[in-house]
């Protein structure tokens, strides 16, 4: 009978368009039994047989090939390192999102993880040729090999020096025996991290013969006698507690009375952290209701999805916790997604206050080390519940029962990096895929989900009042056009002003919203109107006061701060605009006697600082805090009575569809941070648009006035959820060139949709047109719209896919760098 050839299907570890396809190669005989699905391979590639890194996405079984195939060197991994459900998951991102192999499968696996797993073998039995029985071929071959090489040898140089390919199997023979020992080492920036342990190895009742005999050894015998009541502990740990040095503890080793070995030590977010009980509520009647009809779809594993509109306060974090916990009574595993890390450690607290230990985060605040072994903790089937933000949504867990997406309408849910996935979408998938339900919960939700909710694709459930007895807060919209005819050209009114000084004195918190950064948005010149500019991006600089310096929020550039005008040599120079920063300042001139604190992109980007802040707040450390969008959502302090949104407009004149409806979303969430403990709150809104829908909708907390103004226009314009969009951004260093190639696809499109007879390709390819910032980091950027209009969405990708995959080099020269956005949140670019 004829031997059937194995054959694994790779993708190899390489970003470039070309090597974006399945290739095969040939499984040596000695790997067949041993190879799997989801391993990682080291394969010869392309014309110089350079050694890369591969992912097997399958193996196949032929009788015969008609060419000629190249062999894998060996495997990186005993076990596969991405499940048969990541697999699936990761052809689904590809097709979903039009991205590469790789961009996939670097989304299921942690940042920084091996990209090369180096085994070294080391030689253990010196007097191995007289123990080894001669029959064994292959490992005498391989133990006389070793010998040769000075008795350590990586696995590489065995399998480049050895005529057998079924290495793996005689080392695990030779390991059983003793004869060699593997060590691991992991070639990236995440290491797996170890940690000395001392250990007895004598009996406990010789000890005090020992001790006898160490009579000018202080540090020993405190040693023996510690080890005597602990058996073991960490080196460090030991010696640190009794005063100890190194040379008493080696002493002990060469003696033999206790060995040093290394063990694995994982890293822990939680340490020093200390977690409170946190007590199972009865639930009112509706969350009840939300949690009885929701229960039965958890026992029957029937993917289904549910949104919780439920106005701010009204007790949906409850409901997550009774849900989750009926998970955990299934055996099952629960993950949940919440939308800012700023709210995370509020959510793991009461999640841990729940449940105790058993529970993974993840999120890219955690170093890569954390993320890396919290990562293998689920793998391992150490933990049940993961709570974390986006990239959370791809927890390996095998019994998924339930995905909770807290407040669903946030825009961080979505992926600016390729691929351009949506978690709520991850999360659809996985749902049917393993047989999960999904539970999206939040006050605003995007309208598309309340639209789907409508028609019945999600089953929807309302929360219409708050779970405590407290109510919500008595809104009241400030016109800052009338400010300005009485005189007042301040960032304040009047009305903000004495109810920031009423709560200060009444001892009560405040909470202050901006959404911009910064201390000044752009600054001038007074004498010749020249504006600072960053030289690599058509933007203004933003100044920030505390580091002296303008910045570009694009590139990153930094400018010192200019005492004369760059134009004219003047000295009038104006910081015009507001940011956090400013608003920081001018409150602390306002009321020198209260304790100010910022929350923003700059005041957190070290590590820990965002739980540092909101732990200074909620212990009443702080009396004011003004912040961006980071505390406009699922924060619960019940000492803040007032809530100022300094400036409704600042999201509301954005070039974008979605401009009413996140302005909405924005000033109905801050607000909702008011009045959450026993006294009533206010909140004071300052705009100079009183009488738009989205601003009186949320000065109402009026979801549904809202809903049904903003859903009519959509219609007429044709946007979401009336229809998908696909969004191209053309990216290059000639701006005639990247206008030209955006044309060229543009009308390719139109062509291709004319001649199958669609002919209204105009409404269906809008532009290319400048991004609404044309210049980034020296790079122009023209971008394309497309809406299926009449024309299947199924058949828009496809035109894409031709055009911009499968023959980019004919149609867009290297020089242009593109990128597609599946179902983009927003369509003005950056």
């Known amino acids: 009978m004829k031997k059937e050839i194995h054959i694994a299907q790779v993708i190899v570890n390489n970003n470039s368009l070309q090597t974006d396809k399945i290739f095969d190669y040939k499984i040596p005989e000695g790997l067949q039994n041993t190879l799997q699905r989801g391993m990682r391979v080291i394969v010869p590639f392309g014309m110089g047989n350079k050694k890369l890194e591969a992912y097997i996405m399958n193996i196949k079984r032929e009788e015969k090939i008609e060419y000629k195939l190249k062999e894998l060197l060996y495997p990186i991994d005993d076990e596969p390192i991405i499940n048969e459900k990541q697999i699936r998951l990761i052809v689904w991102l590809k097709n979903k999102y039009m991205c590469k192999y790789i961009e996939a499968i670097q989304c299921v696996l942690p940042t920084g993880i091996v990209n090369k797993e180096k085994k070294t073998i080391c030689l253990l039995e010196e007097d191995w040729a007289t123990k080894c029985y001669k029959n064994s071929k292959n490992q005498v071959e391989l133990l006389k090999l070793l010998e040769d090489l000075g008795g350590k040898a990586t696995l590489e ?51 005090e013969t020992i001790i006898n005999t160490l009579k000018n050894a202080k540090r020993q015998r405190e040693i023996l006698l510690f080890l005597k009541e602990h058996r073991e502990c960490p080196v460090k740990e030991l010696l640190d507690l009794l005063k100890a040095n190194r040379a008493s503890l080696n002493a002990l080793v060469s003696k033999g ?12 977010p939680f340490k020093n952290l200390e977690f409170k009980n946190f007590p199972k509520l009865n639930p009112n009647i509706e969350q009840k209701e939300i949690i009885d009809e929701i229960k039965p779809y958890i026992h029957k594993e029937e993917p289904k999805t549910f949104l919780l509109h439920g106005v701010t306060g009204s007790g949906k974090t409850e409901i997550y916790l009774q849900l989750i916990e009926e ?84 825009s961080t849910y979505k992926s600016d990096h390729h691929p351009k996935y949506h978690a709520a979408e991850v999360a659809a998938f996985r749902s049917r895929e393993e047989g999960a339900i999904v539970v999206l919960g939040s006050a605003t939700p995007s309208l598309e989900t309340y639209y789907r909710g409508e028609k019945g694709e999600v089953l929807l459930h309302t929360l219409a009042k708050r779970a405590t007895a407290s109510t919500l807060p008595e809104v009241e919209v400030i016109d800052m056009r009338q400010e300005l005819d009485h005189g007042n050209t301040e960032i304040l009114s009047e009305k903000l002003f004495s109810l920031i000084k009423e709560n200060l004195d009444r001892k009560k918190q405040i909470i202050l919203f901006l959404n911009r950064r910064g201390y000044a948005t752009f600054v001038s010149c007074k004498q010749c109107g020249y504006v600072v500019k960053c030289t690599h991006c058509d933007i203004t600089m933003t100044y920030h006061k505390n580091m002296k310096n303008l910045q570009c929020h694009y590139c990153g550039e930094k400018r010192e701060e200019p005492k004369l005008c760059p134009s004219c040599g003047g000295t009038h120079i104006r910081y015009n605009g507001m940011g956090t920063q400013k608003i920081e300042k001018i409150i602390e ?28 707040f909620k212990n009443g450390e702080i009396d004011i805090l003004v912040g961006t969008q980071m505390i406009s959502k699922g924060l619960d302090f019940p000492n803040v009575t007032l809530v100022g949104v300094i400036s409704a407009d600042a999201s509301l004149n954005l070039p974008d569809f979605r401009a009413s409806e996140k302005t909405f979303q924005l000033v109905t969430q801050v607000a909702g941070r008011a009045g959450r403990g026993s006294e009533k709150g206010k909140v004071v809104i300052q705009t100079y648009n009183p009488q738009h829908y989205s601003i009186l909708a949320a000065s109402q ?130």
């Open 157 to 207: 140089k065995l399998y480049s020096r050895l005529s057998t390919n079924n290495i793996n199997n005689t080392l695990k023979l030779l390991e059983e025996k003793e004869f060699i020992k593997i060590d691991y080492e992991i070639s990236s920036r995440v290491k797996i991290q170890t940690q000395q342990y001392v250990q007895l190895t004598i009996e406990k009742k010789e000890i």
């Open 257 to 268: 009375y206790v060995t040093i070995s290394e063990r694995e030590y994982k890293r822990d």
């Open 327 to 410: 998970v955990l009574n299934k055996g099952k595993q629960g993950i949940v997604l919440v939308p800012e890390i700023a709210l995370t450690p509020q959510t793991i607290e009461r999640f841990y206050g729940r449940f105790g230990e058993g529970i993974a985060v993840l999120h890219s605040n955690l170093s890569e080390g954390e993320r890396f072994d919290e990562w293998r903790r689920i793998v391992e089937g150490k933990v049940n519940i993961v709570v974390g933000a986006r990239s959370a949504i791809f927890a390996p867990f095998n019994k998924l029962g339930m995905i909770i997406i807290d407040e669903e309408h946030e």
């Open 589 to 616: 001139g306002y009321f020198p006697n209260a304790v100010i604190g910022r929350m923003d992109m700059d005041s957190t980007s070290v590590k820990g600082s965002h739980q540092r802040i909101l732990e200074s």
């Open 701 to 830: 907390h009026d979801y549904d006035s809202f809903y049904k103004e903003e859903l009519p226009i959509r219609k007429e314009y044709f946007y979401p959820p009336f229809v998908q969009l696909i969004n191209i951004n053309f990216i290059g260093k000639k701006e005639e060139e990247v206008y030209t190639v955006s044309k060229k696809i543009a009308n390719n499109i139109k062509y291709i949709l004319k001649s199958k007879g669609y002919n209204k390709y105009d409404e269906i390819v809008f532009g290319p047109n400048p991004t609404i910032i044309a210049k980034v980091n020296e790079k122009y950027r023209y971008q394309l719209l497309l809406k299926d209009i009449d024309v299947p969405y199924r058949f828009l990708k496809s035109i894409l896919k031709y055009l911009l995959m499968e023959n980019r080099q004919k149609f867009v020269p290297a020089s242009i760098s593109l990128s597609i956005d599946i179902d983009p949140l927003y369509t003005m670019g950056i």
